[in-house]
């Protein structure tokens, strides 16, 4: 049994960041005294709800941050992540004597000694791109600025951070950060929790879902536009789109409200569903589509692909490797994607082949791998 420091700045819902960590907290209980680390207190059933763990508050303890070190990031007028992140890093340093490992599941850590670091996307790669940029960044020259005060907060040491054992969510991520870091890394995918017991093939919907947040990122405009066109050649299939949204996003929450309303009624866009209305509705479908090019690795795909959904995405990022860089269910742009998708659609044989490969596919994504993989790793650590 090893003490375990699991660092993150929140483990409640929602946030594929979050969602990791408290997999991680899940995977690490059963054998090890784990002690989480967070900006937040931990709530567990929250947690247990939107994530699908089974944890209970017994099961471990929690080190907040002290209000005395968060109230000035906590009153910024803007969300500060990267300051939080900073003043968490600095106070892991403090704290993380007694302990055999420290783990963080928020991207380049400098814990002050060797620990395990799991990488979404490099913190540290700048400038940074431009779907990860909100209303509320300044110009680069404010950003510049704005690192360079973080940076000074998180006393962050590149050369103790590259002691680390550095974990990515894709092949992708990997490339990246070692081609930026010149550091080995391992994959070790998100856990997609077990779908609900899916319908048979006959049975479900012949329609699409796009899941995500409301964001412009996600480019749900490309998507309506991409299956308008497929409906030419296949009529009767509706979309349904799935998200979530925040003040900040209203404006384009609209416009996609106003474009679905131009192009008819088998367009749906629903906010806010539970996990398990959300879940009922993936295993009652046949098709999904996703429309961000560049995804680091994409939950939404992962769990339509778990649930025997066949899904299609863009050539680009993380979410090539969840359709097993299947050719057919990559698409370089509209007119590939029409093409590849209607071929589909009209093919009851590449339907069943495409369906048995995403039947493979998914398994590396299942909760009982991701949780052996934590614990292999977390045993085999030396610091």
């Not at 070692?178 to 997609?192: K, Q």
């Not at 996703?290 to 649930?307: K, Q, S």
């Not at 359709?323 to 742009?333: I, N, S, T, Y």
């Not at 998914?362 to 993989?373: K, L, V």
């Amino acid at each position: 049994m090893r003490r375990v420091l699991l660092v993150q700045p929140s483990l409640q819902p929602p946030g594929g960041s979050n969602g990791v960590a408290a997999w991680v907290l899940q995977a690490l209980v059963a054998d090890h005294r784990v002690t989480v680390l967070s900006w937040r207190p931990v709530e567990v059933d929250p947690i247990n709800r939107f994530f699908g763990t089974h944890l209970r508050q017994s099961d471990f303890n929690t080190i907040v941050v002290p209000r005395s070190r968060r109230a000035l990031a906590d009153h910024l007028p803007v969300p500060g992540t990267l300051i939080k992140l900073s003043l968490l890093m600095r106070y892991t340093r403090k704290v993380s004597d007694g302990f055999d490992v420290v783990f963080g599941v928020f991207n380049e850590t400098d814990f002050g000694r060797r620990g395990i670091q799991y990488v979404h996307y490099p913190t540290y790669l700048r400038p940074r791109p431009k779907v990860d940029l909100r209303w509320y960044h300044p110009p680069q020259a404010g950003l510049d600025l704005y690192y360079e005060v973080a940076d000074r907060i998180a006393d962050f040491s590149i050369e103790r951070m590259k002691s680390n054992v550095t974990l990515v969510n894709s092949n992708w991520t990997g490339e990246h950060v070692s081609r930026f870091m010149g550091v080995p890394t391992r994959t070790l995918y998100p856990p997609v929790v077990d779908p609900a017991p899916g319908l048979e093939w006959d049975a479900r919907h012949n329609g699409f879902l796009a899941v995500g947040r409301i964001s412009p990122e996600k480019d749900y405009a490309r998507v309506m536009t991409i299956l308008s066109r497929v409906r030419e050649r296949v009529p009767g299939i509706t979309l349904t789109i799935v998200g979530t949204s925040d003040r900040h996003t209203q404006r384009y929450l609209r416009s996609l409200r106003a474009l679905a309303q131009s192009l008819g009624p088998w367009i749906d866009i629903r906010q806010d569903l539970s996990r398990d209305e959300l879940r009922a509705l993936m295993s009652a479908h046949r098709y999904g589509i996703h429309g961000m090019r560049e995804e680091h690795f994409g939950m939404a795909p992962a769990e339509l692909v778990r649930a025997g959904v066949v899904v299609w995405v863009p050539r680009g990022g993380g979410q090539i490797e969840i359709v097993g860089h299947e050719p057919a269910l990559m698409f370089d742009g509209d007119d590939d994607a029409v093409e590849k998708i209607a071929g589909t659609l009209t093919s009851a044989v590449e339907q069943r082949r495409l369906r048995d490969l995403l039947a493979i596919t998914g398994e590396q994504f299942s909760t009982a791998r991701f949780i052996q993989q934590v614990r292999d790793i977390v045993t085999a650590f030396e610091e």
